[in-house]
């Protein structure tokens, strides 16, 4: 199943369907997006964030900014998504320190916490010099300016892949979860999918 970045909300059976079907061992892509009228994730994103919360995933709810991007000829709301080793979906992908491998517009970021329900495998980062901005009211007017003092600097998650464990007491036959998230789902429209690897991913 492919959840591709949701903006209205969830009925609450459809998320108990949803939730169930992934506990159960549904396969499924799932990617959020940001909406600037909600100062953050979208309506339907920020009901998919508590999804992926059991699986050890936490979604962030703020606009990354990396002026990395202006050397690429895009703009700073463009982060350069660099491929994570240690994957199957992206180990054949070039890993370099320079060259992005992914553009990934208007994103937010991913964390990971420890979870007795599965591990999680980062897939894509950004670059050392990104940041999440916090000034929703500066984004609105086209404008970001680093401020130390609120905004998170450095490399951060940008896809993670999850993959259930198995418990004890499960039945034989029960299929182990697995997820891919996105920090975003634009990566994936008709006016990025031919730009660098965004296809491949």
Do not use: C
């Not at 169930?20 to 979208?42: N, P």
């Not at 998170?152 to 259930?164: N, P, R, S, T, V």
């Amino acid at each position: 199943m492919i959840v591709g970045g949701p903006h209205k909300a969830f009925f609450p059976k459809e998320l108990e369907i949803l939730g169930s079907w992934i506990k159960d061992g549904g396969h499924a892509v799932l990617a959020v997006d940001l909406d600037l009228d909600e100062s953050g994730l979208a309506k339907g994103s920020k009901q998919l964030a508590e999804l992926v919360k059991p699986y050890g995933v936490n979604v962030m709810n703020e606009m990354l900014v990396d002026p990395t991007s202006k050397m690429a000829n895009v703009e700073a709301q463009v982060l350069l998504g660099f491929a994570a080793n240690g994957h199957q979906i992206t180990k054949d992908f070039p890993h370099s320190a320079v060259a992005a491998n992914f553009l990934f517009p208007l994103t937010t970021y991913l964390t990971r916490t420890e979870s007795a329900a599965a591990t999680v495998t980062p897939l894509a980062n950004t670059t050392q010099n990104a940041w999440a901005e916090t000034d929703w009211g500066s984004l609105r007017q086209g404008r970001a300016t680093f401020d130390p003092g609120k905004d998170h600097q450095g490399k951060m998650d940008l896809a993670y892949a999850i993959e259930g464990k198995t418990s004890a007491g499960q039945r034989p036959s029960a299929r182990a979860v697995k997820l891919t998230v996105f920090a975003n789902a634009l990566f994936a429209t008709n006016s990025l999918i031919d730009k660098v690897g965004n296809r491949d991913l």
